[in-house]
């Protein structure tokens, strides 16, 4: 959104920028496109960058102007007839109306997309997918209802991630893989794990001097909130959320390894039960923070390749933080990883006993 206003801003009239918007008229609407009438090539100002720019006609559904036709210019996402989209508008002082396209209404297409998700899911997994889409339903609702109002409404996000994250860890644990020992075993491993990876995040992000202003979202969070927010606990706590689901998978799995060794020699000791299950977490792990990785690199793409262009050496290049985040979001996203394996192994080869019931193993 903060891109379309940018945009819809440098597009006015020069004589516009001395005026003011009447926020209060300002108006959001579901419409859907009727007919383009024309659609021309730009060339940005300074640049060799040609832009389309479409005139086009838009039905609004629903709002004080349910029904009524507008005729306005887009530069910003481009549109074709019957696409159905997000339409703001805006009144000046002096009463001239200006319309700017939002967003595509985007949620039939996501729903089906779940849809697809959810049935893969519940195909495969029978009651054991169901579990799962429950537990992440209760982890979502704990991270929306909890976290987020407890950030905003300025609780320390320390305490307040490390305790989210003991209540997603519940939900995706006992949801999914039933109340018995190896959950418990999975899910003490885990919590120990996430406690060890916050104190590591808050050392890691204080000796590099990680602000938490990453982003443009950031910037603007900032002015909504008047400064209130403390960013670098909510990069602390972003840390902690954003490992969870790797340091879920490693503690079940080895909780499973564990019991699959009592159940196949009883006879070994408990230190011969660590060692063995300890051999196959090291391989697990090498697969996991290889994904945790790419994963984080994925998501920054589009940057990397921004920054690819400039002149700047890659020293200088991943010393800018928003590049620094993501490199000790990763390591030390890892580093909680390896730390999980020898604690949940430890705890699991102590004190599951052959014939404990223990969450199935996931397959890599």
């Known amino acids: 959104m903060k891109t379309a206003i940018l945009i819809f801003f440098l597009c006015l009239p020069t004589n516009l920028f001395a005026q003011e918007l009447y926020q209060d008229v300002q108006s959001t609407w579901r419409a859907e496109v009727i007919e383009i009438t024309d659609e ?17 006609t838009a039905r609004i559904l629903g709002g004080e102007q349910d029904g009524e036709w507008v005729t306005f210019e887009n530069d910003y996402i481009q549109l074709k007839e019957g696409t159905v989209f997000y339409l703001n508008h805006l ?15 985007r949620r039939g297409s996501m729903a089906l997309v779940f849809g697809l998700f959810a049935g893969v ?12 889409l429950l537990s992440l339903a209760g982890s979502l609702l704990v991270i929306i209802y909890i976290l987020v109002p407890g950030l905003v ?3 320390s996000p320390i305490p307040t991630s490390i305790l989210v994250a003991g209540l997603v860890l519940f939900f995706a644990i006992f949801f999914t893989h039933g109340f018995n020992k190896g959950s418990v075993v999975a899910f003490v491993g885990t919590l120990c794990a996430v406690i060890l990876t916050g104190i590591l995040a808050y050392i890691s992000i204080g000796i590099t001097g990680l602000t938490g202003f990453t982003s443009d979202e950031t910037t603007y969070l900032n002015l909504n ?13 972003a840390i902690i959320i954003g490992a969870l689901g790797a340091l879920d998978d490693i503690a079940v799995t080895q909780v499973a390894v564990v019991r699959e060794l009592r ?3 009883d006879t070994l000791s408990k230190w011969d039960v660590y060692r063995r299950a300890l051999r196959v977490g090291k391989e697990h792990v090498g697969a996991l923070v290889n994904t945790l990785v790419l994963a984080y690199t994925g998501a920054a793409l589009p940057l990397i390749l921004l920054f690819s262009l400039s002149e700047s050496s890659i020293v200088s290049i991943i010393n800018r933080e928003i590049f620094a985040t993501e490199i000790i979001r990763s390591l030390v996203g890892s580093i909680g990883l390896v730390l999980a394996v020898p604690i949940t192994t430890l705890l699991a080869a102590f004190w599951i006993r052959k014939g404990d019931e223990v969450p199935h193993a996931h397959q890599h």
């Open 153 to 155: 409404g300025g609780f």
């Open 263 to 265: 159940d196949s020699n």
């Open 225 to 237: 909130t008047g400064g209130q927010l403390d960013f670098v606990g909510l990069l602390l706590a």
């Open 40 to 56: 021309h090539t730009v060339t940005v100002p300074g640049s060799d960058v040609e832009n389309t720019v479409q005139t086009v």
């Open 91 to 105: 009144k000046t002082i002096d009463g001239r109306e200006y319309y700017l396209v939002r967003e595509i209404d």
């Open 121 to 132: 899911i519940l195909l495969f997994g029978g009651m054991q997918g169901l579990r799962s």
